[in-house]
């Protein structure tokens, strides 16, 4: 079943303005991951953050997660129209155990 | 990173008939995992498979529908057996690559079409 919620759902921008994602879950974890997919393919791995962590980066890619909130964020910056795809977060309360959020559709607009 | 071959990539399939979906990855892998992802939908656990063992389906899922298969370490097959419409899906299968700060290696998904 799903951990979370993501918003927006629905996410629609122009090439070169950030994008900023949001993830809730319900229950404790020991990490939350965000992943990408395109077109209903497989889902690729972008980032990892700890429970004991508060924001990391990669590249284009800036986490954030706020575990009194029960939240994380996904922010990319400087977006291309090949950032184009469905975003998930996943949460793993006990290391194999993933749950996945709603997703959220990100357009990016050349 | 593991790499995972999962095959068919796509099929159409007659109600009432059943479809096996085969998982090839190029390490061993203790665990692997079978997903479900309705049409706009997220990512539904079906069942965790391990090797020599009978898989542990979630809530909603039962062998009878969806038996999975687990000989060694590398290979899975998920079978979808006796179809209806509803279950038109992508079908993934998973695996844990290693350490967790490199996340899960998923297949390509199998999108599936029950007529």
């Known amino acids: 079943s799903q951990q979370g919620e993501e918003d927006p759902q629905a996410l629609s921008i122009q090439e070169g303005e950030n994008a900023t994602m949001n993830c809730s879950y319900k229950?404790?974890?020991?990490?939350l991951q965000w992943y990408r997919q395109n077109s209903g393919r497989g889902l690729v791995h972008l980032i990892l953050i700890r429970s004991n962590e508060r924001e990391k980066h990669s590249g284009r890619l800036r986490v954030t997660l706020d575990t009194s909130k029960k939240s994380s964020s996904l922010l990319i910056t400087a977006s291309r129209a090949a950032d184009t795809a469905s975003y998930f977060c996943?949460?793993?309360?006990?290391?194999?155990?993933?749950?996945f959020g709603a997703g959220t559709r990100l357009t990016v607009k050349p | 990173s593991a790499v995972i071959s999962q095959k068919p990539s796509r099929d159409i399939c007659q109600r009432g008939t059943s479809l096996t979906i085969q998982c090839q990855v190029d390490?061993?892998?203790?665990?692997m995992f079978w997903y479900r992802q309705q049409p706009g939908q997220s990512l539904t656990l079906i069942a965790t498979?391990?090797?020599?063992?009978?898989?542990?389906?979630e809530s909603g899922f039962v062998i009878d529908k969806f038996p999975i298969s687990r000989p060694n370490l590398t290979f899975s097959t998920l079978t979808v057996s006796n179809m209806s419409p509803e279950d038109s899906s992508i079908y993934l299968c998973?695996?844990?690559?290693?350490?967790?700060?490199?996340?899960?290696?998923f297949g390509s998904g199998t999108r599936l079409t029950v007529v």
């Open positions: 390490s061993q892998v203790t665990m």
């Open positions: 996943a949460t793993d309360a006990n290391n194999n155990d993933m749950r």
């Open positions: 229950t404790s974890i020991n990490n």
């Open positions: 498979a391990n090797q020599g063992s009978e898989a542990t389906y």
């Open positions: 998973s695996v844990r690559q290693g350490e967790p700060r490199y996340g899960y290696t």
